[in-house]
């Protein structure tokens, strides 16, 4: 299972824990009133302050036909009832043997908001007759899982096909960066270890980076190839001490850049088209000429030389 799909399923056992109890006491309501509406209505109306977080309820027949009105925390909701919810994303998920199911989510129908819904087997003399429905809004939803990290094993992404196609036709053209490399990575290792930039995105092709600085990490500076052909652009940016919480160390930047200008040098048909490094998560990406990417931990990249990438001798 991906990682954050693992996330996401711990979060929704944990949501489906809370809403099981309150929807089967709500099932348990509508049974007693059914199958009027008003009856209903009133059962729902009663039982809303029980159903955390919850948009909206209603109540279905077993063919999916709404019978109620929406009840909402500002009351009711008319134009619902008779509504014809069989064709919706959550009715079409199997239904547990014990009768209750949180949905996956979805887009919903009027808001086009991020949803997800709860439904429960309403039985009346222990047959099943229909269900009650609660709909949820993502964003009323609490957070119970922590916030999901990006894994550090090594990735492989395929590009646009079109490109890996004629990657064969293609040559390696030297841009600015290409003939002002060594000026313009000593520049960024500069920029990394002593002027508080923590990731940075190269271009080679487009000679240019763009950069984040710990000063200021929510915007990005785009650095061009003149910026990158001038040390005068590092008095732009204060100094700072190399953050203690990076996982890339210090001293692994200029070999991590090295790194990454052998891969740009070392073939004219597949090579290095733009990297990044990031030193807090301690991770690299690798983007070739024929579009597939790599991201991999820092120490993994320097523990790989040339001829993992092209099968040659260093």
Known sequence: M?????????????????????????????????????????????????IPYCTYLYALDADKQQLTDNISGQGMVYGHCGRDRSHRPYMRESMPPWGFLLSDAYVSRNARRPSLTALH??????????YVGADFDLRNLPVTAEL??????????????????????????????????????????????????FQSVIHF??????????????????????????????????????????????SDIAPILRSMRKLRAMDDTIYLRSSSINIFNGMISVTFSCDGSHYMR???FLAKGTSFWFGTAA
């Open 205 to 250: 092709s487009g000679s240019l980076a763009t950069v984040w600085f710990v000063d200021d990490p929510y915007r990005y500076r785009i650095l061009d190839q003149e910026a990158l052909a001038d040390p005068d652009i590092c008095l732009a940016y204060p100094c700072r001490p190399y953050p203690r919480e990076a996982l890339i160390g210090c």
């Open 121 to 130: 087997v309403i039985r009346v003399q222990d047959g099943p007759v229909g």
């Open 298 to 300: 820092y120490d993994e």
């Open 2 to 50: 991906r990682d954050w799909k693992e996330a996401i399923y711990r979060q929704r056992e944990q949501l489906a824990r809370l809403l099981h109890e309150p929807m089967a006491r709500l099932a348990e309501r509508c049974a007693a009133a059914w199958p009027g509406r008003q009856a209903l209505n009133q059962a729902l109306r009663n039982g809303f302050a029980d």
């Open 148 to 197: 999901y990290e990006e894994p550090e094993h090594w990735q492989q992404i395929k590009g646009d096909p079109a490109i890996r196609s004629t990657v064969f036709l293609q040559r390696r053209v030297e841009s600015p960066m290409d003939r002002n490399v060594e000026q313009a990575f000593s520049i960024l290792g500069e920029l990394f270890t002593e002027r508080g930039m």
